[in-house]
């Protein structure tokens, strides 16, 4: 069917005061809730339809009791309180949302139900109004492909909890007219939102991006590389608010196990997104996260000090051990990595000399050809290098600066080193105010296996026009909290140093999961062809 037009002027979606353009929410659970809430309190008269009898009612009145505690705490004045409730209405047939400027379904994560829904939401409503739906996983092309104007058909995709989550994905199918997407980012804006647009592909941008968050932990975790608990500890130190196994705990693994195969389902089969042997183990024996009180954890996990050894530890829980004697330490390497260790160690009243000589970034500790290196991850394992260098006392350390709240680290020695070199770097580690927390030798750690796979998924979905950086750095900030996007951390460590790490985990994985978005490969060298002018 042909876009309806008024034969001269494009169509004008959304236009218009609030009060006047009445918006239909369909589903009345977690999230349909919320966005009936969110889209009265910035004036829309809503109106609200469930399947279940009572179920529309009985969110309106749990609304009312959230306000009532906004006005309690002062936050919301009891006047538009009132008026947000008053523009709330239940429904009882899709027949009443006729007048709807916009319906948004957020009912069951199901195609057909989505389809039959929308069939007949389109029967109902004016040829101006826009239909979204809330899908999490769903390609919005194919809820709009069941209806005869697919061009009106959007994804409007909220976050839990919608009052408080900033980022809406605005999801545009095959079919959606851009005009009806940007209406609907301005809404999306008008109601207090950070919208950002997105291509209709598997995980939009937000559960496509975060999949190796959680892939890369559940790989270490199966190569019997570190414990839960360490890997958590290690992610805080790096600045995430909750580490991968704590957040998979609180998610479900039920429902991230349930999204990771949707994602490598609709991939067909890329190896990049494929479902952990581990996860699926939590699963079929009951682990479903904190909702049954136990996954990884039985109960709460520790925090990153309960893994600091007891020894340690005082009465108080400071460190109370004597620190270390430091060897002397020579600064190695001349990138911004090495720069960036020499204002920190600077600061810290460290004593060292340099060595911009060398090409690779760390430490030499001691002096002469028994002196112990520490390099910094570029993918390689301890055992590789030591054999490159020829050096046996040798230890690799994850990614330092990544947060100012770093207080534990990676690292992995070379099968040979000697006790007393092991004890060397944990020294200049603990002067350094970092914990050094062992994993086994496994290429990249974890910070930089972790981050530089974010950073290609991000390239990723940015080279198949799935959003813009900026959407991509946005969407992970809001969607899930990180302390940064996926392309300030591509600044931040180099797309050398992304790069090599990626690559280096390609040699040794042979698993094509780590293959280097063509993305990064164009910025490497469009950076290395840069100084021929
Ligand atoms: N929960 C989340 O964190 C989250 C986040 C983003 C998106 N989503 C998506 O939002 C949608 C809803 O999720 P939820 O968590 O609010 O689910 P929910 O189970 O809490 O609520 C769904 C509601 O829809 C009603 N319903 C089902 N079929 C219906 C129909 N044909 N007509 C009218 N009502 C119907 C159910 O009775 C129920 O009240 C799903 O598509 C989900 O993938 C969920």
Known sequence: ???????????????????????????????????????????????????????????????????????????????????????????????????????????????????????????????????????????????????????????????????????????????????????VFELARRWGKTPVHAKSTPGFIVNRIARPYYAEALALLQEQAALPATLDALARSAGFRMGPCELMDLIGHDVNYAVTQTVFDANYGDRRYMPSIVQKALLDGGRLGRKVGKGFYDGVPPTASALIEPAAIDADGESAAAAPAVPPLTLCGSSALARGLHAWMTQRGLAFTTDARTDWTGWRLGTGPTATQVHVTDGRTAMQLAAEQRCADLAVIDLPLLSDKTNAIAVAFAAGASDPARSQVRAALHACGWQAMELRDAPALWAARTICMLVNEGADAVHQGVCSEEAANLAMKLGTNWPHGPFEWLTALGVERVVAVLDHLHAFTRNERYRVSPLLQHRLWAARAAPLG
């Open 1 to 183: 069917m042909s876009k309806p037009t008024d034969g001269s002027k494009p169509m004008q979606w959304l236009a218009g005061p609030a009060a006047q353009q009445a918006i239909g929410v369909i589903g009345a659970g977690t999230m349909g809730a919320g966005i009936a809430q969110v889209a009265a309190a910035s004036g829309h008269p809503v109106r609200l339809l469930d399947l279940r009898a009572g179920a529309a009612a009985a969110a309106i009145a749990q609304t009312a009791q959230s306000l009532a505690t906004l006005v309690d705490k002062g936050r919301l004045s009891a006047a538009d309180r009132d008026a947000t409730l008053a523009r709330l209405s239940v429904c009882d047939s899709v027949a009443q949302m006729a007048d709807a400027a916009l319906v948004i379904e957020v009912i069951v994560e199901n195609l057909e139900a989505k389809r039959k829904l929308l069939q007949e939401v389109e029967a109902v409503v004016a040829p101006t109004a826009v239909i979204a739906s809330n899908t999490s996983s769903i390609s919005i092309t194919a809820i709009a492909g069941g209806l005869q104007q697919p061009h009106r058909v959007v994804g409007m995709h909220f976050f839990n909890p919608v009052p408080q989550m900033k980022l809406v994905e605005v999801v545009s199918g095959v079919e959606t007219d851009a005009t009806v997407a940007q209406a």
